[in-house]
């Protein structure tokens, strides 16, 4: 990739996969504004980092690292980007259908992840990315890679994090 | 429930998400002109009010030691002089650290680049500790000569015992201000309040990494 990235080809890959920026931010973020914050500041990062992607890895190895790098380490950050100073006015990430997040055609699913959100809310930080990324049906190839662990390793914790995660939803 | 049924639903919360959510094109390329982030401007104003009042009391504080370099006391020049550049180490680290922080490359691997930001922040307490170790020279900077010939012995016992009390304190701070006393009931004392609490977050984060680092060791 050349040192000047286009902005165009980062939207693209950037619209491509909104949905990890998405989950992400909702596993970290408390609230509502700190999850904007925290998807302000991913995508902040995701553009400084754009002209260094290497192509070894895939797009999503790559998001998944700094997004959850940033969200990780939101504990650090002095000061959130100003929502309420131009041009950070509008939410980078927004619905189609305002009620569409609120979408109750299947209450079942929505109390599922509902109890899923709070699963990964009582897990340490570095296991709630690792618990978001076997969700997401990552091998333990691109897991490793994503968090700097061995594939044996990754697969030792998945395991006691999935019993965890059973003896959970067993309970309900 | 079965852990394939919950990978299921994540799925479809997946897709459902491609097609209820939508990047704001303006608002995603405003973001990506702000090439530059500055690193005072990402502070607190509190913070940056600190930092900034630091450095004009050291300037000032220099400023004077110079100008009446001939004309003070020895006692005076010296307090000030070691506080000055204990200041100014305190300034020097915690402006070095928060550099290494801006120009962290988010793009490596998370348990590592976590483990460093944990370690770095967690090394603020370098900062503290060092000044701390001017707690003595308050005690001394006021001694003069005309103290020194005509104080009398109860002056003299007190003054010696406040010096020392001082002296043992900054000591016994600089030495224990380590993230191996997090629990203990001073450290929690002394560290308490939100200022301090990504401190305390980066300790408990390191922890983690610690821990991950060691299992993988056995593994």
Redesign the interface.
Known sequence: MNNSPS?EA??SV??AH??IL??VARAYGKTEQDRQDLI?EM???L???FP???SHYRYST?IY??A???A??S?????HLDSKTE??S????????SK??Q?NENAE?EE??AQ?YAFLDEL???DR?LMLL????KSHKEMA??????E??VG??INRI?TA??KK??Q? | MELQALQQTWSRYEEKLEQVLRINHQQAADIAQLKSHSLLGSMRPIKLFTLVAGVVWVLLLNALLIAGFSTFHPFFLVSMGIQSLLTTIAIFVYLYQLVLLQRMDLTQPIVSVQAKIARLQTSTLWVTRILFLQLPVWTTFYLNDAMIAQGSTGLWIFQIGITFLFLVAALWLFVNIRIENKEKRWFRLLFQGKEWTPLMQAMSLLEEVDSLTREAQKS
């Open positions: 902005p980062f939207l950037l619209d909104k949905g998405y989950k302000q995508t902040l990062q553009w400084r980092s260094r992607y290497d790559w690292r700094i959850l790098n940033v990780i380490s504990y650090r950050k002095e000061k041009p950070f509008k939410h980078i990430l927004e619905y189609v259908d569409a997040g979408d699913k599922q992840l899923l340490r930080e570095l990315a076997y969700l997401d049906q890679a994503i968090m700097g662990l061995s044996s390793h030792t914790k999935k995660l059973r939803f067993n309900k």
